[in-house]
């Protein structure tokens, strides 16, 4: 018995190590830097790590390409205005002859007098019917409040910078550009005329007449030195309010308070020139 023990070969049992794979309970509160909690994903729910922040680089590319097509979608109405009445505008020396000056409403003051940017346009306007290239002129505000008259404060403004009474039409519902070009057109037969208004206003109420059937040209007056701010506001406010005149030109709806026809721009056309 004793030569077979020497005769066989025992293997020694083999020990664990490190690197192993053994697990935790092998070697009790040893921990290695390769262990399975190490080797976990990092889970990527957007808050943090390198795939949250490609998640926010996305979302800000995403935003800003928004505001970029938001910005073109609003300004290309604006630009249309632009383009689609460059030819149709002039200065005071270079329009042609009309009939009619169309001088919209601007505002009256406390006093009844005439705003600034009102007093100017109707300076124009004056002026237009001195030099001969208008015979008449229709004047439109809003009169729909009581004590606020635009119309009959326009027409005196008129009167005593010289122009015969008889030659002045009011309209009392011109209560925004669309309705004073439309019941020019529809209530008092207007089929030409030039557009008196400032320079940030006139591409859309010349494309406004224009959509309403009047051949209209247009005579600007730039306020940029006496009213600044209000006319570069007036600029930054034609950019919404392209958008809308672009759907008034799709859809043309009736004005406000259509009404009777009225000959007063007939008549005024009918009297000779002194």
Same mark, same amino acid.
């Given at each position: 018995?004793?030569?077979?023990?020497?005769? /066989?070969?025992?293997?020694?049992?083999?020990?664990? +190590?490190?690197?192993?794979?053994?697990?935790?309970?092998?070697?009790?509160?040893?921990? /290695?830097?390769?262990?399975?909690?190490?080797?976990?994903?990092?889970?990527?729910?957007?808050?943090?790590?390198?795939?949250?922040?490609?998640?926010?680089?996305?979302?800000?590319?995403?935003?800003?390409?928004?505001?970029?097509?938001?910005?073109?979608?609003? +300004?290309?109405?604006?630009?249309?205005? *632009?383009?689609?009445?460059?030819?149709?505008?002039?200065?005071?020396?270079?329009?042609?002859?009309?009939?009619?000056?169309?001088?919209? !409403?601007?505002?009256?003051?406390?006093?009844?007098?005439?705003? &600034?940017?009102?007093?100017?346009?109707?300076?124009?306007?004056?002026?237009?019917?001195?030099?001969?290239?208008?015979?008449?002129?229709?004047?439109?505000?809003?009169?729909?409040?009581?004590?606020?008259?635009?119309?009959?404060?326009?027409?005196?403004?008129?009167?005593?910078?010289?122009?015969?009474?008889?030659?002045?039409?009011?309209?009392?519902? !011109?209560?925004? /550009?669309?309705?004073? +070009?439309?019941?020019?057109?529809?209530?008092?037969?207007?089929?030409?005329?030039?557009?008196?208004?400032?320079?940030?206003?006139?591409?859309?109420?010349?494309?406004? +007449?224009?959509?309403?059937?009047?051949?209209?040209?247009?005579?600007?007056?730039?306020? &940029?030195?006496?009213?600044?701010?209000? /006319?570069?506001?007036?600029?930054?406010?034609?950019?919404?309010?392209?958008?809308?005149?672009?759907?008034?030109?799709? *859809?043309?709806?009736?004005?406000?308070?259509?009404?009777?026809?009225?000959?007063?721009?007939?008549?005024?056309?009918?009297?000779?020139?002194?």
């Amino acid at each position: 018995m004793g030569e077979g023990l020497r005769g /066989t070969v025992v293997l020694p049992l083999p020990v664990p +190590c490190r690197n192993s794979g053994a697990g935790p309970d092998v070697f009790p509160g040893v921990t /290695t830097s390769d262990s399975g909690a190490s080797r976990a994903p990092v889970p990527d729910d957007g808050s943090g790590g390198f795939g949250g922040s490609r998640r926010r680089r996305l979302r800000l590319r995403h935003l800003a390409l928004l505001a970029v097509f938001a910005m073109v979608a609003g +300004c290309a109405p604006f630009l249309w205005v *632009l383009s689609s009445t460059s030819d149709h505008r002039h200065t005071a020396q270079t329009v042609p002859e009309r009939p009619v000056a169309l001088v919209l !409403g601007a505002g009256v003051r406390p006093d009844g007098q005439p705003s &600034l940017l009102l007093a100017r346009r109707l300076d124009t306007a004056a002026g237009l019917y001195f030099d001969g290239r208008v015979d008449a002129v229709l004047v439109t505000g809003d009169n729909s409040v009581e004590h606020y008259n635009e119309t009959d404060t326009m027409s005196e403004y008129l009167v005593e910078a010289g122009v015969p009474r008889e030659r002045i039409v009011g309209d009392y519902a !011109g209560f925004s /550009t669309w309705d004073s +070009c439309a019941r020019a057109h529809e209530v008092f037969g207007v089929e030409e005329a030039t557009v008196v208004t400032q320079d940030f206003h006139l591409p859309r109420a010349v494309r406004l +007449c224009r959509a309403a059937g009047i051949d209209a040209v247009g005579v600007a007056d730039s306020s &940029l030195r006496e009213r600044t701010f209000a /006319t570069v506001y007036g600029w930054l406010r034609e950019v919404p309010a392209a958008v809308a005149a672009l759907g008034t030109v799709v *859809l043309r709806p009736d004005p406000t308070f259509l009404g009777d026809y009225e000959t007063g721009v007939d008549d005024a056309l009918a009297l000779e020139r002194e």
